[in-house]
């Protein structure tokens, strides 16, 4: 019904566009460097164990908001029975002080820029980019 | 069935040209409301809704429309719409698809649209109207799509069909019910909170999607081989003409209410919409003119001299539509702003980007119109050879 | 038998106040004569107990005791500071949690014909109601905006989808929507409260955050003349209950039904 071969172009054509940003990436060797967040904190713990941040940041966070904005609930309870205040700007933040080096960094990498949090929550001085 | 709109004349492709060229401007102006924000629309703290919304509210008119030709075809079995339903169901689609963008187009946050089934709210109006549109939006592809293909290998359509088609008839008055709804239950909104709006949105769009159906067959029948026939655009006419004469006595019903009951907060509406309101009179010549047509209107359209004369009824679809649209898709919206819940009397008008992206999505809807109906009327040709 | 049980709450709320663990709100919630004996002022707020709960926040306002402070926008600046409130300094794209409105306009639905002249053209604070039977509740899609069990009603900004039907049903005009972005429109930033992205809406949530940490609202505690009274409508004993026996309250458009928790003492 239709030609073949013409389709066949079309589709190669298409693969090539569409993974063009692995290719690119791969040949002009930005996807092979690792990002190296810099972890500015003065307190001995973090809220959760590093592993957990590192891969359900965003889980705890969106958890966090929901506790304080929805049900009133604004106090954490860490396994070793520390108590935080459940606040990015005032808890995360106190410590992971530098939003461009802490942040910024893996965020930029994976390519998920800018997550919204900081069209509202303000960056604390010096680490804002 | 999709490659018989990429075959056409040059009259057809200059038609699509143009339509992507308004698509593509009005993107652009897209493009800057969402970096702007919706401030760069009339829109303000107390005109909250306006052009988008209102187009949204007649579309869903339009949508519901077409069930004006399936309903006598399928439970009167009426055998003269049987070359027309097709069309209603392709002038539902485009006109769901523009409703869904105009509401894209109107949220503030419109990437986080999905909450609205993240977080399913059965209290809210605007979650059910999401729901119906949607739904008939299904229904209507469905169906379109069985029956022209049914048609195209010449069997007849599978059964299953038939109840899905049933279906679709109480869901597109559930559709314009809903969107009624959302407006006639706040009581913050004086004007818009009465019983008789639902019952008046139909009347109004089974005037006004009847009409452009009529006219849009007219223009088939000079750009392309398809004719619907004297008759069926006749009895559509008689449609038109019942659904504009009940769509005026709701308005009077509305006027009367308001007038002799001489509630401020009632009246001060129509007071704005007809007369003016300290120093409002934005809608006042629109409001008339669309009085005027409506007039002009149901003389044609009751007369059966007049009716009968084709080109008089172009000119009869031509004056209800625009009446109608008026009345709708835009002093209906603006109106129930106005005066604001503290007595305030703001001014709203569409501002040069909003009119460019509304402009957009229509060029969007007849698009997808013009595709539709190319696809129905080639397998119909083919059939005919 | 009424006035006994007036009296027997009247010394049962004296009582409580003595009582070193019940919160400051009580304190400002009181009547003046008892207020007197605690100074508190806007320089020294008062020392938080932990956080302030209620079974129903409501408000009430003393209008004229609000009336004898000519001009003032005490309130209203408070808020719209601690809130990052942003001023576009136009009417289209104005944002506003709590203001000054006429009180002919902020009470219309009474038709006042002929008001005693300390009234007339005279401006009262408006904001949100906090409404028992929320309209804005009952029509937003996504539930960013819901009644807390105590009775105030919150905006969740992470979950708006900004189609501004909760402004469509507001009888009072009590919210407002981010026409465009505020930051550039805020006059001082205050860090530890967000701002608002554009495309969301806004409106006053009787500082719950505030509350949390034990401190009143931010216009409560900015109003020198202690006009605005803040307390629990459900506990009998309350500042704003034996306010509501003394003398007459009315409230916004009252036959809508939705049952708003602003009272204006006149």
């Known amino acids: 019904m239709f030609d073949a071969g013409k389709v066949i172009i079309g589709l190669v054509i298409f693969l090539v566009l569409i993974t063009f940003p692995v290719w690119y990436n791969a040949t002009i060797g930005n996807a092979s460097y690792v990002p190296d967040p810099q972890i500015i904190t003065t307190a001995p713990a973090c809220v959760a164990p590093t592993a957990y941040m590192k891969a359900s940041h965003m889980d705890l966070l969106n958890q966090w908001r929901d506790d304080v904005v929805r049900r009133g609930n604004r106090e954490y309870v860490a396994a070793d029975g520390t108590v935080y205040n459940k606040s990015l700007t005032k808890t995360c933040m106190d410590c992971h002080s530098n939003k461009a080096e802490f942040c910024d960094r893996c965020h930029d990498y994976v390519a998920v820029g800018q997550p919204d949090c900081w069209d509202c929550h303000i960056a604390p001085e010096g680490g804002a980019r | ?385 | 038998m009424s006035i006994d049980r007036r009296q027997f709450f009247k010394i049962a709320g004296l009582a409580t106040l003595g009582l070193a663990g019940k919160p400051a709100y009580e304190v400002f919630a009181q009547g003046e004569d008892v207020v007197d004996s605690v100074t508190v002022t806007s320089e020294t707020p008062p020392v938080p107990t932990g956080p302030l709960t209620a079974h129903r926040w409501a408000m009430a306002i003393d209008v004229r005791k609000c009336l004898d402070q000519k001009d003032c926008k005490k309130c209203l600046l408070a808020c719209h500071q601690v809130h990052n409130v942003p001023d576009f300094g136009n009417p289209k794209d104005e944002i506003k949690w709590i203001w000054k409105e006429s009180f002919e306009h902020a009470f219309h639905e009474q038709d006042f014909e002929h008001l005693p002249d300390d009234l007339e053209h005279q401006v009262v604070p408006i904001f949100c109601n906090h409404c028992d039977n929320p309209p804005c509740v009952q029509v937003c899609p996504t539930q960013a905006t819901f009644r807390r069990e105590d009775g105030i009603v919150m905006m969740d900004q992470h979950r708006c989808i900004g189609c501004r039907y909760c402004m469509a049903a507001c009888p009072y005009g009590s919210r407002s929507f981010n026409w465009r972005d505020p930051r550039p429109f805020i006059k001082q930033v205050d860090p530890a409260y967000p701002t608002r992205t554009r495309g969301v809406v806004e409106k006053c949530t009787f500082c719950d955050d505030r509350l949390a940490r034990g401190l009143l609202p931010a216009c409560v505690e900015a109003c020198e003349a202690r006009a605005m009274i803040f307390g629990d409508l459900e506990d009998a004993g309350s500042g704003i209950r034996e306010l509501l026996r003394q003398r007459l309250a009315i409230r916004r458009k009252p036959g809508l039904g939705t049952k708003p928790e602003i009272y204006y003492i006149v």
């Open chain 2, 1 to 385: 069935m999709l490659e018989n709109a990429l075959r056409g004349d040059r009259r057809y492709w200059s038609w699509i040209a143009l339509l992507l060229g308004i698509m593509f401007v009005a993107f652009l102006f897209y493009l800057r409301q969402s970096s702007y924000g919706l401030g760069i629309t009339g829109l303000g703290r107390d005109v909250t809704w306006g052009f988008y919304i209102a187009q949204f509210t007649f579309l869903v008119g339009v949508a519901a429309s077409g069930v004006m030709v399936v309903l006598p075809y399928y439970l009167h079995n009426f055998k003269e719409f049987g070359k027309l339903t097709i069309l209603g169901e392709f002038l539902a689609i485009p006109s769901v698809i523009m409703c869904m963008t105009f509401i894209f187009v109107d949220m503030g946050q419109p990437f986080r649209i999905l909450n609205v089934f993240l977080y399913p709210t059965p209290h809210s109006m605007m979650f059910w109207d999401t729901v119906a549109l949607g739904g008939y939006l299904l229904l209507n592809i469905v169906i379109s799509r069985i029956v022209l293909d049914a048609e195209r290998k010449g069997i007849t359509p599978p059964h299953w069909i038939k109840p899905v088609i049933i279906l679709s008839i109480p869901w597109a008055f559930s559709i314009h019910t809903v969107t009624a709804f959302l407006y006639s239950g706040l009581a913050a909104r004086p004007f818009w909170m009465t019983a008789i709006l639902a019952p008046r949105f139909l009347a109004s769009a089974f005037a006004a999607g009847p009409a452009l159906l009529i006219l849009f067959c007219f223009i088939l029948r000079r750009v392309s081989k398809f004719d619907a026939g004297r008759e069926p655009l006749q009895k559509l006419a008689v449609i038109v003409t019942y659904a504009m004469a009940i769509n005026v006595f709701f308005v009077l019903m509305e006027v009367f209410t308001a007038m002799y009951s001489n509630i401020p907060e009632h009246l001060l509406h129509f007071q704005l919409m007809y007369f003016g309101l300290e120093g409002n009179t934005s809608l006042v010549p629109w409001m008339w003119l669309s009085t005027v047509l409506a007039v002009v209107s149901l003389i044609l359209l009751i007369n059966p001299k007049t009716r009968r004369n084709e080109a008089v009824l172009a000119v009869a679809c031509i004056t209800t539509f625009l009446s109608l649209w008026i009345d709708k898709g835009l002093a209906m919206v603006i109106a129930g702003f106005i005066p604001s819940p503290l007595a305030a009397v703001p001014k709203y008008w569409p501002t040069v980007p909003e009119a460019v992206i509304s402009l957009g999505v229509y060029a969007m809807g007849l698009f997808i119109v013009t595709v539709l109906y190319k696809i129905a009327l080639s397998v119909r040709e083919r059939l005919a050879a």
